[in-house]
């Protein structure tokens, strides 16, 4: 075979390759919307056989033995799965907006947000992140638990103003209210530059703290301007909205210049990192503690693309300090000395 029909082949197979993914992806959709239907009305004639004839709990489980024998073949059917088809009908049925949205989802994400979440404004949230950017069931598990709804309606940033409207759900969802790095040791007199080593020293935790889209690219970026030398604290890369992240440290209370330095240092990556296919970089400037009317202020005119959030550190000691701790006995000690002492007052 020649070389140009040995390319011609191989592009074919890689055309019908892609047909057959595209079209087992759509039967896959096709199948699942199915599915949920069937749930759905399942779950609506046993809750209103239930309300006609006044049965109990117990009837799910002879349905589900019927069942069983009837389709052995079907895992569906369990009187457990019976009964979430129950609630999932009913938590769905009066929700005009939300009924129709839920049959785009997995059965196991649907019962996971319908067991998980309050209200229909949280359910909303996490079906419509589900439907747009295809969550999987561990990726969905680990938005909830990290409380994403709470943080998303917390978190203060100016991507209303300064990110193109398609990016701006994103962008939103990258920043969080709060950060956790529970994971690292700090004296109680730590730096901004002891954090950020600690922060690289656990760079995994770090990166699965702040977001399973970010990137690591430098710490301690370096950079000129006329002659000064200037240092962002942590750089990292969002692959879904392919932007550059600047992350500044702060071990104290926010304050309205670290806004002005941010966008410093987002100019600077545009003009000195950033690629003609990157869209612009957004900063994210950690602190201590925020007073929010003072952020809302300041970013209201600010005009790069950047958030503020706090962090918080475990409440423990780190482990060179936990072999100074007294024993249990000598803790005993101290306070019966203390007891002894009240008791002579």
Request: aromatic residues 12%.
């Amino acid at each position: 075979m020649r070389k140009d029909e040995t390319n011609n082949v191989k592009k074919l197979v890689s055309d019908l390759k892609k047909l057959i993914w595209k079209k087992q992806c759509e039967t896959s959709k096709v199948i699942n919307a199915k599915l949920i239907e069937l749930y759905w009305e399942m779950g609506e004639m046993i809750c209103h056989r239930q309300e006609e004839y006044g049965w109990g709990k117990s009837v799910v489980e002879v349905l589900s033995n019927e069942l069983k024998r009837e389709f052995p073949d079907s895992l569906g059917y369990s009187a457990p799965n019976l009964w979430r088809m129950r609630n999932f009908y009913l938590t769905y049925c009066h929700s005009e907006k939300l009924a129709p949205l839920v049959k785009d989802l997995s059965w196991s994400n649907n019962l996971l947000i319908m067991e998980k979440c309050k209200d229909d404004l949280e359910k909303e949230f996490y079906i419509q992140m589900v439907r747009r950017y295809g969550w999987s069931k561990r990726t969905l598990t680990n938005f909830i638990e990290n409380k994403t709804y709470e943080k998303y309606l917390l978190n203060q940033t100016n991507f209303d103003l300064t990110i193109p409207q398609e990016q701006k759900m994103e962008a939103r969802l990258a920043v969080k209210d709060e950060y956790v790095f529970n994971f690292i040791d700090l004296l109680p007199d730590y730096s901004e530059y002891e954090m950020e080593q600690e922060l690289i020293k656990h760079l995994t935790k770090f990166l699965s703290e702040m977001g399973d889209d970010f990137m690591f690219y430098r710490d301690r970026y370096h950079y000129q301007v006329d002659g000064r030398d200037f240092y962002i604290d942590l750089v990292l890369y969002h692959r879904i909205l392919k932007s550059y992240v600047a992350i500044d440290l702060k071990i104290g209370d926010f304050e309205p210049e670290y806004a002005g330095k941010m966008q410093f240092y987002l100019s600077s990556l545009d003009k000195l990192v950033k690629l003609p296919e990157d869209n612009p970089s957004i900063g994210i400037i950690v602190c201590k503690n925020k007073n929010k009317t003072v952020v809302e202020y300041t970013l209201e005119r600010t005009n790069a693309p950047m958030g503020v959030s706090t962090y918080q550190l475990k409440n423990t000691l780190p482990d060179n300090l936990k072999d100074m701790l007294p024993s249990p006995e000598e803790i005993a000690n101290i306070l019966t000395v203390f007891d002894k002492n009240d008791s002579d007052k």
